[in-house]
């Protein structure tokens, strides 16, 4: 466990050139068609996980923290249950991009620290509670300055929703109001910083949308091939499979605890959880924040060109554990102490890592050999 959030295995830089220096296999099927390239060398794909998949997402984050921050205005000013309701809405509409993007949690989310200041899970309620007790300002320039554990999406959802989720206007405290005030405004800092890092310069690095469009390219060392890229790309997929089912589900579960289910004060966690895996979803068929928006050039394509059937699997499965984790009873709080619904709970997790299994062994392989 890192900061506190449940960790995921990441490949550094190094390692993805390591791979990438490997030798690629000629391909000759011995016929006279035109042979298909071995290993992952497709810059459209690149391009368009860029351009369709992960700028969409982070520009919707943007704009619904935005419209948190808008809602939260609304609330602090004046704390009604119109107003209460308003602000829940919008948090759990700005989870949505947050957690479907985290099947891409490389680049400034992770080199920046972006990741744990919005999202670092498990929060200790106490920690909170001795920030409502003291004395000092809260401001957002106090609120950055607080622990991981102190801000975020956590944070915010506990203020606003209670312990329980039974929170109603009249509970709210004058204190709890200006800390989710602040707590508010330093995730929509965040939520902005994290975004313009792929499209314009923070604190002087190039966009990192370009370092990731010019994989292969003279001079770039962060991706010195495109398979270094299609490895990012399929290795972040494996990294939120692998999260969900032996982290965000495995640990509240295996020890009956319900401190450890994330996002557990709104009730949203088999939501956050689904939407884990349609961001794999997305990031493997090229899509947009819409699933209805047209496909690009994808990682599902580059596999179905060599292996039609383990393409239509890789999609099938992954369908499977978003219906295996939307069958969960709700709230998961509750489920994970309820025996009947441990074999539905054990299905989703056995559905996820099916998945996680033919990424890492035989989605992989194309990409490396």
């Not at 351009?51 to 939260?72: F, H, S």
């Not at 401001?139 to 039974?166: R, W």
């Not at 001079?219 to 290795?235: C, H, K």
């Not at 025996?339 to 033919?358: C, F, M, N």
């Amino acid at each position: 466990m890192s900061a506190l959030r449940f960790s995921r295995p990441r490949l550094s830089h190094a390692a993805l050139t390591l791979f990438a220096l490997l030798p690629v296999a000629a391909c000759d099927d011995g016929g006279g068609a035109e042979p298909v390239a071995a290993g992952f060398d497709d810059r459209a794909v690149v391009e368009d996980y860029v351009d369709r998949v992960i700028v969409p997402t982070y520009q919707r984050l943007a704009e619904r923290a935005d419209a948190l921050g808008t809602a939260v205005d609304a609330l602090v000013a004046d704390p009604t249950e119109a107003t209460v309701a308003a602000a829940r809405q919008a948090w759990v509409d700005t989870r949505n991009p947050w957690e479907e993007s985290e099947a891409f949690l490389f680049g400034p989310v992770d080199s920046n620290g972006y990741d744990p200041a919005l999202d670092t899970w498990p929060l200790n309620e106490a920690d909170l509670d001795a920030v409502l007790a003291g004395s000092d300002a809260l401001t957002v320039a106090f609120v950055e300055s607080l622990p991981e554990s102190q801000k975020g999406y956590h944070t915010v959802e506990y203020l606003i929703f209670g312990e329980s989720n039974v929170k109603t206007a009249a509970d709210f405290t004058q204190r709890e109001l200006e800390y989710l005030d602040a707590a508010t405004g330093e995730m929509v800092r965040i939520a902005h910083l994290l975004a313009d890092s792929w499209t314009t310069s923070v604190e002087g690095r190039p966009p990192y949308a370009e370092v990731f469009r010019t994989a292969g390219e003279p001079g770039n060392t962060a991706y010195p091939s495109l398979q270094a890229a299609g490895q990012e790309i399929v290795e972040g997929m494996i990294g939120i499979l692998d999260e969900v089912a032996n982290g965000k589900i495995a640990e509240p579960y295996d020890n009956r605890d319900p401190r450890l289910v994330e996002s557990q004060f709104s009730y949203n966690s088999q939501i956050d959880f689904a939407d884990n895996i349609r961001g794999v979803r997305r990031a493997w068929l090229g899509l947009g924040p819409d699933d209805t928006s047209p496909a690009g050039a994808s990682l599902s394509g580059f596999v179905a060109r060599r292996d039609p059937s383990l393409a239509e699997r890789v999609t099938a499965e992954l369908d499977a554990g978003i219906a295996a984790i939307r069958a969960i009873p709700e709230p998961f709080r509750d489920a994970i102490t309820d025996p009947a619904a441990a074999a539905l709970i054990e299905a989703a997790q056995a559905s996820l890592r099916k998945a996680q299994a033919t990424l890492e062994g035989e989605v992989k392989a194309l990409i490396l050999e």
